[in-house]
C-alpha cells in the first residue's frame, strides 16, 4: 500500500523496516513526524487531526505520483493519521526510494513540504481546557514555495 490514513496508531521503526525489506535499493530516505507538546504559545496535552479520508488518501496519492516523476523515485509510502493523538505519538510517515541518495532525500523533504500546506488535513491543539485550531504558518508556505522556484526544480 502506498498511502495509508489510518485513525489507528503507526509504528515508524516498523514501517521503515518493511520499507527497507522490499525496496534495498541504493538510497533510501525515511521522515517520521510525531506530535509535539509545545506551540508558540506554550505547551501542548494533546492533538486532534481531522480530515476527509478519502480526500486525503487520493491528495497523498497524487503527491507520491509527482515525487516519483520528479525525483526518478523507485517506490515510495506515505502513511498519515488522524483523529486524537497525545503529545509524542507518531502522526506521519514518508519513505523513498532513488537510484541516489539525492534524489531519495529531496523527494522526501518534497513529500512533507507540500503535504503540510496541500493535504486536506486540519489540526486543533488542546492545551488544558483550551482549544486552538492550527493555521498554516508562512514558513510552511515558504518551504512549499521554494519547490517551484528557479533552480530547485528537478
Request: aromatic fraction near 12%.
Amino acid at each position: 500500500m502506498l498511502v495509508q490514513v489510518t485513525e489507528e496508531a503507526i509504528d515508524p521503526g516498523d514501517l521503515a523496516t518493511r520499507f527497507y525489506s522490499r525496496h534495498p535499493d541504493a538510497a533510501v530516505a525515511t521522515f517520521a513526524g510525531f506530535v509535539r507538546d509545545f506551540n508558540d504559545q506554550g505547551q501542548v496535552d494533546r492533538l486532534y487531526l481531522e480530515c476527509y479520508v478519502e480526500m486525503a488518501t487520493r491528495v497523498l496519492n497524487d503527491l507520491g505520483k509527482t515525487a516519483q516523476e520528479r525525483f526518478g523515485l523507485r517506490a515510495w509510502q506515505i502513511v498519515h493519521r488522524f483523529g486524537q493523538m497525545e503529545t509524542e505519538d507518531p502522526i506521519v510517515f514518508v519513505a523513498t526510494s532513488a537510484d541516489h541518495r539525492g534524489e531519495a532525500f529531496a523527494a522526501c523533504e518534497f513529500v512533507m513540504d507540500t503535504l503540510k500546506t496541500d493535504a486536506p488535513f486540519w489540526k486543533r491543539e488542546h492545551s488544558g481546557d483550551e482549544r486552538q485550531w492550527v493555521t498554516v504558518k508562512a514558513v510552511d508556505k515558504d518551504r512549499r514555495e521554494r519547490w517551484s522556484t528557479e533552480g530547485l526544480d528537478q
